[in-house]
C-alpha cells in the first residue's frame, strides 16, 4: 500500500514539475572560416520565462548555485579568456538572507573562443555546457546542465 501512494505521489510530482523555464542558445558564430589558432567570440543567451531567475556567474559561500559555462572537452576549441556577462541585477534574497545577483529576463554571456593550433579544416560543433538553477519567489528547480551547439567552419 505505501509504494501505491509513493507511486502515486510521485506521479503527481512529476506531472506538475514545469518544463524548464530556460531556453538557451548560442549566437554569433563567425559566419566564415576560421584559422587554426584563431580567436573569436560567440554568445550563449538565456531566454528566462516571466517569474523566473537564474544567478550570476559569481559563487557565493553558503548561497544560491551560481551559473557556470565551459567548453566541453574533446572539441578543436578552448576558452581564450574570460567570460563576459550583462550585468545582473543585485537583490537581498530572503531565503538565502544574502544579497545575491541574478538574471530575469534575459542573460547574455560572451566567450572569446580559440580554434585549436592543429585543428583539421571543415565544419566542426562547437559545443557549450551550462549548469544552472533557476528559482521564483517560491521554489527552486534542481540543478540542471545543457548543452548547446553551433557549426563552425576551420579554414583548410
Request: proline share 10%.
Amino acid at each position: 500500500m505505501k509504494s501505491l501512494v509513493c507511486a502515486a505521489l510521485l506521479a503527481g510530482v512529476l506531472r506538475a514539475a514545469a518544463p524548464d523555464p530556460v531556453a538557451w542558445k548560442l549566437q554569433d558564430a563567425p559566419a566564415k572560416p576560421v584559422k587554426p589558432g584563431a580567436r573569436f567570440t560567440v554568445k550563449v543567451v538565456a531566454r528566462i520565462q516571466e517569474g523566473w531567475h537564474l544567478y550570476s556567474l559569481k559563487p557565493l559561500a553558503e548561497g544560491p548555485i551560481p551559473t557556470r559555462i565551459w567548453l566541453a572537452a574533446g572539441q578543436p576549441f578552448e576558452l581564450a579568456g574570460a567570460i563576459k556577462a550583462n550585468e545582473p541585477e543585485v537583490l537581498q534574497d530572503p531565503s538565502f538572507n544574502m544579497e545575491v545577483e541574478l538574471y530575469e529576463g534575459e542573460a547574455a554571456f560572451v566567450l572569446p573562443v580559440r580554434a585549436a593550433a592543429g585543428a583539421a579544416g571543415g565544419a566542426q560543433n562547437l559545443v557549450v555546457s551550462a549548469s544552472y538553477q533557476t528559482c521564483n519567489n517560491k521554489v527552486c528547480l534542481p540543478p540542471k546542465i545543457v548543452k548547446v551547439e553551433v557549426p563552425v567552419a576551420i579554414a583548410k
